[in-house]
């Protein structure tokens, strides 16, 4: 029998447009007190794609669950104009900085899929004093051979019918910009240089960095980076027969490891 939860959507004002948020609470008051977990969602993504994925884990860490839609995606307002080459240090320092203070966020766990892990280091990173623990899902460390030859594929399947119409359910009008925002950025030659240390120096929090062992969009040498930023308080977990979405591909292994990672290294 699972705990319950209550859910809350919040919009939140920042200078440069509205983000949509949910938060999904536990129904046990004695875990209230407890640090709550931030999700950053994936290149194409929202809160409505995590799907499930937030009120099972509130459910099995008995912890506050925060996700929102980053300007541009989802709910949330129009981007204005394209997205620059440092969105991701961008999301830290100009759009977190608002959901936390907008929130009363004091203390966090932040927990990101694919392009979101990158967002969810930065912010462990800016806001080291807050982070407690950081989790990668898929997480691109840098940009590999094999993380542009996924997004051609991809973006060869979104010519075909039907297929830009699946994104404008979850995002509207904004879809093409949604679509053109991963491809375009990525694709690129100015961004082929970005890896993750170029807005993180160092992570002073414990890390664990989940990815699956046929991820078409990077080898197991992106966790193994991403760990390495912890220094001695960073692990891996390479998931077989798991491809880029391991909290859908295999959730109660993705729960499990996160609860018994928190309980040892998170309040």
Known sequence: MHPPVSTETLWIDTPHGRLFSCRWIPGVASDKARVPIVLFHDSLGCVALWRDFPQRLC?????????????????????????????????????????????????????????????????????????????????????????????????VHFQQPGQLERLEKYHGDKASWVLSAWTGTWLSQDFQGWNIEHGVDVIHCPVLAVHGQHDEYGSALHPMRIARLAGGRGDCLILEDCYHNPHREAPETVLGAIVDYLDTVAR
């Open 59 to 155: 459910q099995v860490t008995g912890r506050e669950v925060i996700a929102y839609d980053r300007l541009g995606f989802g709910r949330s307002d129009v981007y204005p104009g394209q997205l620059p080459l440092h969105f991701i240090r961008d999301e830290a320092e100009r759009f977190f900085a608002c959901v936390k203070a907008a929130l009363q966020i004091e203390r966090f766990i932040v927990l990101g899929h694919s392009v979101g892990g990158a967002m969810a280091a930065t912010c462990a990173s800016v806001f080291a004093q807050s982070c407690t623990a950081l989790i990668t899902l898929s997480a691109q460390a840098f940009v590999e051979d094999r993380t542009l030859q996924g997004i051609r594929v991809a973006q």
